[in-house]
C-alpha cells in the first residue's frame, strides 16, 4: 500500500541534478529517496520499484529545467501531496 502511495505522490508531480533545483524541491526529493530506501527490495517489488525510480529521475530532471518560481511551486504542491498520503497510512 506504501509503494501505491508513494507512486501516486511521485505521479502526481508530473515532473537531475540537485544542483539545479530549488531549496524546496531538494528537500522534497530528499525525502522520496529516504522512503525509497525504506521499501524492501525484494523481487515480489522489483520491477515496480524500478519503475518508480525511473519516474522519480524524470521528474528531478523536467523540475531542474523549469524557472525557480515555477520549481518552487510544482515542488511545494508535491509536498503537501506527499504530507498527505503520509498521513493517510497507518503508522507501523
Known amino acids: 500500500m506504501k509503494k501505491l ?5 511521485l505521479l502526481g ?5 540537485m544542483a539545479d533545483l530549488s531549496a524546496t524541491c531538494k528537500t522534497y526529493f530528499d525525502k522520496v529517496d529516504t522512503l525509497f530506501k525504506a521499501i524492501p527490495d525484494d ?6 520499484m524500478d519503475l518508480m525510480k525511473q519516474n522519480l529521475e524524470a521528474g ?3 523540475i531542474s529545467s523549469m524557472p525557480e ?3 518552487e511551486a ?6 503537501e501531496t ?6 493517510s497510512m497507518p503508522k507501523r
Open 43 to 48: 523481487a515480489a517489488t522489483k520491477q515496480q
Open 60 to 62: 528531478k530532471q523536467q
Open 74 to 79: 510544482a515542488c511545494k504542491q508535491a509536498s
Open 13 to 17: 508531480l508530473s515532473s537531475v541534478a
Open 5 to 9: 502511495f508513494l507512486s501516486v505522490a
Open 69 to 71: 518560481s515555477q520549481q
Open 82 to 87: 506527499l504530507k498527505q498520503l503520509e498521513a
